[in-house]
């Protein structure tokens, strides 16, 4: 039954909570792009209105997801598991994994020929910045979204998550993708030769994607990348590189120099 009073509670409080995520982790990301160290992946500028264009979109993603969260919590469609500590972390480890696994379809979809025209907004950013992360299309916002409702809605059927793990896991969620499209490079030097790099890739690992519109289609991870063969083997050369002070040029092309 729809409660109108418990939506627009959970409506608001999420529209909060996302724009401000959002907000403070698009400065976090700016802050970094600005540091005289810092260490940037794409050496080519921001097209002028691409900034523009993205806060637009921004503001649509940040209302949509927040509507399906919404209503998925005041319909309780999802069955929720325990709130323990234990609980809680094993739960943003399953909401982790499954939403990269989901994400990867997804991706993967959106890159046939029959949908690219609704992920092509978010290409238009090839040199990314925080706001290019969540500057999507309509219909693929509807598809994080059901990402979001359903992974937690799937897993309740096996293994009830957390709603702490789960709303942790939203906020990491949402602070990984926008500052992970931050034009400069965070992760460390010794990352892609940890097994560590299976769960949680550098930027630069997203930046070859928006270069290259192929290829590194994970979330936050190289795991399904590395399964299903679309990792790119020049990735980790031009990481050391861009952790040398070198910025990638040439659409994130990485041959050898002359």
Same mark, same amino acid.
């Given at each position: 039954?729809? *409660?109108?009073?418990?939506?627009? *509670?959970?409506?608001?409080?999420?529209?909060?909570?996302?724009?401000?995520?959002?907000?403070?982790?698009?400065?976090?990301?700016?802050?970094?792009?600005?540091?005289?160290?810092?260490?940037? !992946?794409?050496? *080519?500028?921001? #097209? *002028?209105?691409?900034? %523009?264009? %993205? !806060?637009?979109?921004?503001?649509?993603?940040?209302?949509? !997801?927040?509507?399906?969260?919404?209503?998925?919590?005041?319909?309780? /469609?999802? +069955?929720?598991? #325990?709130?323990?500590?234990?609980?809680?972390?094993?739960?943003?480890?399953?909401?982790?994994?499954?939403?990269? +696994?989901?994400?990867?379809?997804?991706?993967?979809?959106?890159?046939?020929?029959?949908?690219?025209?609704?992920?092509?907004?978010?290409?238009?950013?090839? +040199?990314?910045?925080? /706001?290019?992360?969540?500057? +999507?299309?309509?219909? %693929?916002?509807?598809?994080?979204?059901?990402?979001?409702?359903?992974?937690?809605?799937?897993?309740?059927?096996?293994?009830?998550?957390?709603?702490?793990?789960?709303?942790?896991?939203?906020?990491?969620?949402?602070?990984?993708?926008? !500052?992970?499209?931050?034009?400069?490079?965070?992760?460390?030097?010794?990352?892609?030769?940890? #097994?560590?790099?299976?769960?949680?890739?550098?930027?630069?690992?997203?930046?070859?994607?928006?270069?290259?519109?192929? $290829?590194?289609?994970?979330?936050?991870?190289?795991?399904?990348?590395?399964?299903?063969?679309?990792? /790119?083997?020049?990735?980790?050369?031009?990481? %050391?590189?861009?952790?040398? $002070?070198? #910025?990638?040029?040439?659409?994130?092309?990485?041959?050898?120099?002359?």
């Amino acid at each position: 039954m729809f *409660d109108l009073g418990t939506f627009l *509670d959970w409506f608001v409080v999420l529209v909060f909570a996302h724009a401000a995520v959002t907000l403070v982790t698009v400065a976090l990301g700016r802050a970094a792009e600005r540091a005289p160290s810092s260490k940037r !992946i794409q050496g *080519d500028p921001v #097209p *002028d209105g691409q900034v %523009e264009r %993205e !806060i637009r979109a921004n503001i649509r993603f940040c209302l949509l !997801i927040p509507l399906a969260l919404a209503l998925a919590l005041q319909g309780r /469609w999802i +069955v929720w598991g #325990p709130d323990t500590i234990g609980w809680a972390v094993a739960s943003f480890f399953l909401c982790s994994v499954v939403f990269d +696994v989901y994400f990867y379809g997804l991706h993967r979809l959106l890159h046939t020929r029959a949908m690219m025209r609704f992920h092509r907004h978010h290409h238009l950013s090839r +040199v990314t910045s925080p /706001w290019s992360a969540q500057s +999507v299309s309509t219909v %693929e916002a509807l598809g994080w979204a059901l990402g979001y409702v359903g992974v937690p809605w799937l897993l309740g059927h096996v293994a009830p998550v957390s709603l702490i793990g789960y709303l942790v896991y939203l906020f990491y969620n949402v602070f990984g993708n926008v !500052i992970g499209h931050a034009n400069v490079e965070l992760g460390p030097p010794a990352l892609t030769r940890s #097994p560590a790099v299976w769960l949680a890739h550098p930027y630069t690992f997203h930046a070859l994607h928006h270069a290259r519109f192929t $290829g590194h289609f994970g979330f936050g991870s190289t795991f399904m990348d590395r399964l299903a063969g679309t990792e /790119w083997p020049d990735w980790v050369p031009a990481y %050391e590189r861009v952790m040398a $002070g070198e #910025p990638l040029r040439q659409h994130g092309k990485t041959e050898p120099r002359a």
